[in-house]
């Protein structure tokens, strides 16, 4: 595991005047890469490529870090990135980092916007392209202030693949060695529910942890006349499916908010017969590390009872995904001092802990950081929008309200 270095403590030579110069700076070359930036991340949403096959949009990226004159290392297997952002004179300091995932879903796009997705299924459901252009953003303007001297510690900006996939390409990216000498990383991830213009900010655990489980049922099969002769596979999956997800509320202390919720079934094809095999699929949050450590044996325990009772055979894979993205105090507040240098204070809300998973919480298992919602809501639009559906639409003017956030902490003393 790549060690990180402590965290350099807050200088107070900076003066209010140079503070506000700082951001003004941000505000000025942030300014005209937006334009580019909307065109960028419409590209990447019409060319949208599923977790580990991202060949087209590692591409994509590179060749615009390469055109700002920064040195881009993709990974062997061409799929994600790290690029450093070093002026001269802070090559012994720490880096911040900002990550950005850069997969889409297998969703198919209902919206019917210019820049849809052309990719039949797949489309970027959960924002990851706007993302890539806030991270990209933030490292173009951050590139142009450190040929200006304007920037005085070095960037890191990681372009991590496989978000959706469980237990995520950050723990690649981690083995890699993209956190070594990291002391801080920042992150953000669309919000549907907050208006574009808003960053929504919590300090402590902000997603849950989620795994995936894998159910299969075998038994002889037989006819519904006599299911006294055979094991009734049927009976016992719809046992396994209801109570399940019941016991675990008597198992696990429910203040941890575990849930199971079943997403896939299947068994049989006849109305007469009771088949051979079955199946089950769904995943399990909880906003609890504790609970999500205990969660695989009390899962195994429960099935085997009863699988047992109805003699069936089965087998379960039980995938731990990531555990919760637990958001660090001090990063928290860089955030919210960059939010509100760049935005204006009334731009930071507080937002609540969500039972989604993301696999930030791999790289936050490491080095302190903290993600922040990012709003994407066009302001009075009362559509009901939400990630992972083909009706998820981003406003565009986020990515501007990003990158400003992103390009600023960077700037801002560091809290120590």
């Given at each position: 595991m790549d060690q990180a270095h402590q965290a350099p403590v807050a200088s107070d030579s900076a003066s209010a005047s140079d503070q506000h110069a700082h951001v003004s700076d941000v505000l000025d070359v942030v300014g005209h890469l937006v334009p580019e930036l909307v065109l960028f991340?419409?590209?990447?949403?019409?060319?949208?490529?599923?977790?580990?096959?991202?060949?087209?949009?590692?591409?994509?990226?590179?060749?615009?870090?390469?055109?700002?004159?920064?040195?881009?290392?993709?990974?062997?297997?061409?799929?994600?990135?790290?690029?450093?952002?070093?002026?001269?004179?802070?090559?012994?300091?720490?880096?911040?980092?900002?990550?950005?995932?850069?997969?889409?879903?297998?969703?198919?796009?209902?919206?019917?916007?210019?820049?849809?997705?052309?990719?039949?299924?797949?489309?970027?459901?959960?924002?990851?392209?706007?993302?890539?252009?806030?991270?990209?953003?933030?490292?173009?303007?951050?590139?142009?202030?450190?040929?200006?001297?304007?920037?005085?510690?070095?960037?890191?900006?990681?372009?991590?693949?496989?978000?959706?996939?469980?237990?995520?390409?950050?723990?690649?990216?981690?083995?890699?060695?993209?956190?070594?000498?990291?002391?801080?990383?920042?992150?953000?991830?669309?919000?549907?529910?907050?208006?574009?213009?808003?960053?929504?900010?919590?300090?402590?655990?902000?997603?849950?942890?989620?795994?995936?489980?894998?159910?299969?049922?075998?038994?002889?099969?037989?006819?519904?006349?006599?299911?006294?002769?055979?094991?009734?596979?049927?009976?016992?999956?719809?046992?396994?499916?209801?109570?399940?997800?019941?016991?675990?509320?008597?198992?696990?202390?429910?203040?941890?908010?575990?849930?199971?919720?079943?997403?896939?079934?299947?068994?049989?094809?006849?109305?007469?017969?009771?088949?051979?095999?079955?199946?089950?699929?769904?995943?399990?949050?909880?906003l609890d590390q504790d609970a999500w450590n205990q969660a695989p044996d009390v899962v195994h325990e429960l099935i085997d009872a009863i699988a047992a009772k109805f003699g069936v055979k089965h087998t379960l894979d039980y995938v731990q995904g990531v555990p919760p993205v637990v958001n660090e105090a001090e990063s928290v507040a860089l955030l919210r001092t960059a939010a509100s240098r760049a935005l204006g204070g009334e731009a930071v809300v507080s937002t609540p802990q969500s039972l989604g998973g993301e696999d930030f919480a791999w790289y936050l298992q490491r080095v302190p950081g903290a993600m922040a919602r990012l709003g994407v809501r066009t302001p009075g639009d009362k559509a009901v929008r939400d990630l992972h559906q083909g009706t998820f639409v981003a406003d565009e003017g986020a990515i501007a309200v990003g990158v400003r956030m992103l390009a600023t902490a960077a700037l801002c003393d560091w809290i120590s």
């Open positions: 991340r419409r590209d990447l949403h019409a060319n949208p490529e599923l977790s580990r096959a991202e060949f087209r949009t590692t591409a994509a990226i590179a060749a615009r870090l390469e055109r700002a004159g920064l040195a881009p290392r993709v990974r062997g297997v061409g799929t994600g990135l790290v690029c450093d952002i070093v002026p001269a004179g802070s090559e012994k300091l720490p880096f911040l980092a900002f990550r950005a995932d850069i997969d889409a879903l297998p969703v198919e796009e209902a919206n019917e916007l210019d820049f849809r997705s052309r990719v039949p299924g797949v489309m970027h459901a959960c924002g990851h392209d706007v993302h890539t252009a806030v991270v990209l953003g933030a490292g173009l303007a951050l590139a142009e202030l450190a040929r200006a001297g304007r920037l005085t510690r070095p960037v890191r900006l990681v372009f991590q693949p496989a978000e959706e996939v469980m237990p995520g390409g950050a723990l690649d990216m981690v083995a890699e060695g993209a956190l070594y000498g990291v002391s801080k990383i920042l992150s953000i991830h669309c919000d549907p529910k907050l208006d574009a213009g808003q960053v929504g900010l919590r300090t402590g655990p902000l997603t849950a942890a989620c795994d995936m489980v894998s159910l299969t049922l075998d038994g002889p099969g037989g006819h519904t006349s006599r299911p006294h002769l055979t094991a009734d596979l049927v009976y016992a999956l719809a046992s396994i499916v209801a109570e399940v997800p019941a016991a675990l509320s008597r198992r696990i202390d429910p203040r941890a908010g575990l849930s199971l919720v079943w997403g896939q079934i299947a068994a049989g094809s006849a109305p007469n017969a009771i088949p051979g095999h079955g199946s089950a699929k769904g995943t399990i949050r909880t």
